[in-house]
């Protein structure tokens, strides 16, 4: 069994490019898994600070130096996944800082294994 809880939210190396990009440009970055129409389910880059986290919105870690929140109603919707940010060729999300630069953040997922969600649950991580 492992000890230690798995990340709930981890980056590809075209992530993490993307995102030492937008840090260079725009300093200090946060996220926000969009779960809305608009946007589809992208995760929105901003500034830190720029976009107001409610009380009940879930920090699921840091991705690559930058917090990354999702909204209580998703978070129950895709505890049981890690979530996979990558970059794809296209138009970022109209409010998302990527958006312009012919890129954009994607997420994908896979699912915990029962070991990987026992070792959260044990370890209180939410």
Not at 17 to 44: E, N, V, W
Not at 53 to 80: K, M, N, R
Request: glycine share 12%; aromatic share 10%; proline share 4%.
């Amino acid at each position: 069994m492992a000890d230690t809880a798995p990340p709930r939210v981890v980056a590809t190396e075209a992530a993490m490019h993307l995102i030492d990009t937008l840090t260079k440009r725009y300093g200090a970055l946060m996220f926000f898994q969009s779960g809305g129409c608009c946007d589809g389910s992208s995760p929105m880059c901003y500034p830190a600070g720029e976009f107001n986290i409610s009380q009940i919105d879930v920090c699921l870690g840091t991705l690559h130096g930058a917090p990354f929140y999702i909204g209580h109603d998703q978070f129950e919707y895709w505890q049981h996944t890690q979530l996979i940010i990558d970059v794809v060729d296209g138009m970022g999300g109209m409010f998302s800082l990527e958006n312009g630069t012919g890129k954009r953040f994607l997420t994908r997922s896979r699912l915990f294994s029962d070991e990987e969600c026992d070792a959260l649950a044990r370890q209180g991580v939410r």
